[in-house]
């Protein structure tokens, strides 16, 4: 995967540490152990010394498994996120960012949806993760969104202006308090199929989800089907276009000796991500 996070601008993952920081400071230290052959959590105190242990007879039982399940996943994720930062030799300094103050598809709203993947049958073939999806190209998306570490969920139905619209996943970006949208139409060839999809993008657009800032599209048909890499690609496209969003109109304000070296290796490589990503925004080359 290391030639697909060479197109995501470095800031994102420093930006991405600060909040899983965060996240993981806010949760309890949980460690599990054992005692008289049970297992029991124990919650560790300021000192990491003086600890309590809860057993499964515990009310809290149920409420410290959740905690220790997202606080190993926190945790996993900061391993992967610390590897890339050493990888590429990047400093962890501050970097000035602009949150989502333009519509109301936000952290609050993605909270609120529902994930869909229990309406899936579980006759599907196509599994992962403890999810069945209703094609190879959903499956194959949500293995990418775990791979990039990125929250989401599966087949949600979003309330648009009063109007219910399924969207294949919402993704959420919480450092910069952003939800998006992403759509496989894997039935291009049927007349039908996109006539009835083009209602949906119509609607969705005149209610402010807009194509290539909110809204995300990859296409197939009976013949194709997009494989992982090209699906990495367009993820990994996604991500620099909403990093580079919050990111590049403060990011030129920033000091020379504070500004991070960037990732990218040259311009072409850049002008490669954001046009993929259809992007219009600025973005400072550290290279020069």
């Given at each position: 995967?290391?030639?697909f996070i060479?197109?995501i601008?470095v800031e994102?993952?420093?930006?991405h540490?600060?909040?899983l920081?965060?996240?993981?400071a806010?949760?309890p230290d949980i460690r599990?152990?054992s005692?008289r052959?049970n297992l029991?959590?124990?919650i560790y105190e300021?000192?990491h010394h003086?600890?309590?242990?809860?057993?499964?007879?515990?009310?809290?039982?149920?409420?410290y498994t959740?905690l220790?399940?997202?606080?190993r996943?926190?945790?996993s994720?900061?391993?992967?996120?610390?590897?890339?930062?050493?990888r590429?030799q990047?400093?962890?300094?501050?970097?000035?960012?602009?949150r989502n103050t333009?519509?109301k598809?936000?952290?609050?709203?993605?909270?609120?949806l529902?994930?869909g993947?229990?309406?899936?049958?579980n006759t599907?073939q196509?599994?992962?993760?403890g999810?069945?999806?209703?094609?190879r190209a959903e499956?194959?998306?949500?293995?990418?969104?775990?791979?990039?570490g990125l929250?989401?969920?599966?087949d949600?139905k979003?309330?648009?202006?009063?109007?219910?619209i399924t969207?294949?996943f919402a993704?959420?970006?919480?450092e910069?308090?952003?939800c998006i949208?992403i759509?496989y139409y894997?039935m291009?060839s049927?007349p039908e199929?996109?006539?009835?999809?083009?209602?949906?993008?119509?609607?969705?657009?005149?209610s402010?989800?807009?194509?290539?800032?909110d809204?995300?599209?990859?296409?197939g048909?009976?013949?194709y089907?997009?494989?992982s890499?090209?699906?990495?690609t367009?993820?990994?496209?996604i991500?620099?276009?909403?990093?580079?969003y919050h990111?590049?109109?403060?990011?030129?304000?920033?000091?020379?000796e504070n500004?991070?070296?960037?990732?990218?290796?040259?311009q072409?490589?850049?002008?490669?991500?954001?046009?993929?990503a259809n992007?219009?925004?600025?973005y400072?080359?550290?290279s020069t």
């Amino acid at each position: 995967m290391k030639d697909f996070i060479e197109l995501i601008p470095v800031e994102y993952f420093i930006i991405h540490r600060t909040m899983l920081m965060a996240q993981l400071a806010a949760i309890p230290d949980i460690r599990s152990g054992s005692h008289r052959g049970n297992l029991v959590y124990r919650i560790y105190e300021d000192d990491h010394h003086h600890f309590r242990e809860v057993s499964p007879k515990s009310r809290n039982w149920e409420k410290y498994t959740t905690l220790f399940g997202r606080r190993r996943e926190l945790e996993s994720m900061l391993k992967q996120n610390k590897q890339i930062l050493e990888r590429y030799q990047i400093r962890p300094v501050a970097v000035p960012t602009v949150r989502n103050t333009i519509n109301k598809y936000d952290c609050d709203y993605f909270d609120r949806l529902d994930d869909g993947s229990c309406s899936v049958e579980n006759t599907s073939q196509y599994f992962h993760n403890g999810k069945h999806f209703r094609s190879r190209a959903e499956m194959l998306f949500a293995t990418v969104l775990d791979e990039f570490g990125l929250e989401y969920k599966h087949d949600v139905k979003a309330n648009i202006k009063g109007r219910m619209i399924t969207f294949d996943f919402a993704i959420v970006f919480r450092e910069f308090n952003r939800c998006i949208f992403i759509e496989y139409y894997g039935m291009c060839s049927d007349p039908e199929y996109n006539h009835k999809n083009s209602i949906k993008l119509e609607y969705s657009m005149s209610s402010g989800i807009y194509l290539g800032r909110d809204l995300f599209i990859l296409s197939g048909d009976i013949t194709y089907t997009p494989g992982s890499d090209i699906i990495r690609t367009a993820i990994t496209s996604i991500i620099a276009q909403v990093a580079l969003y919050h990111i590049s109109s403060q990011i030129n304000s920033a000091s020379n000796e504070n500004r991070p070296t960037s990732l990218l290796k040259n311009q072409k490589c850049l002008q490669k991500c954001t046009s993929n990503a259809n992007c219009t925004d600025s973005y400072t080359d550290y290279s020069t």
